[in-house]
């Protein structure tokens, strides 16, 4: 059987407003509500279609992925997970290890500097060498890195995906 191919998008959040009653609750800023439905529109124009979404239960990541998923035309319910909001990279790619083989497209919403690292760890370093100068120069608010990768998710390492696009969305 041949190897799947698959694809993982991690994303950071959209523009946040600066004050909430917590972190937690902090809201999209009206910029991030544009910028998030922006990065969809991109996202779908690359004919990603994700069949999981793990998002941070955070207030912010979910109206970031509400607005990405609008923006994309998409119709796929997140995995909402508490533990993303304080995860280490170790926890998201553990997450990424446990999805379905069935799975062949994800994407992730979170926060810095988690999404950043994940992002910059995941690289081979055989992707677009524009994005990945990219991806190095920082990993801002509706950030997305768009990887491929061939494998069993089980097997998903440090260095073991393709990057084939970085985007910073501005709506």
Partial sequence: MP????????????????VGDTDQ?????????????????WLAARDVR?????VSAATRTQQ?????ATGASWDL???????????GPD?????LRALPDSASSVVVVGHNPTMAYVATTLDDGDGDPTAATELAAGFPTCSLAVFSYTGPWSDLDLGS???DAFHVARG
């Fill in 25 to 41: 609750q902090r809201a999209l800023a009206e910029r991030g509500h544009d910028d998030a439905a922006a990065a969809g529109a």
């Fill in 50 to 54: 994700p069949d999981v979404a793990l």
């Fill in 64 to 68: 970031t992925w509400s607005a990405l």
């Fill in 3 to 18: 190897a799947a191919h698959r694809t993982i998008v991690v994303m950071r959040h959209a523009k946040a407003e600066q």
């Fill in 161 to 163: 995906a393709r990057l």
């Fill in 91 to 95: 926890t998201v790619l553990d997450l």
């Fill in 77 to 87: 319910e997140p995995s909402l997970d508490e533990g993303l909001y304080a995860a």
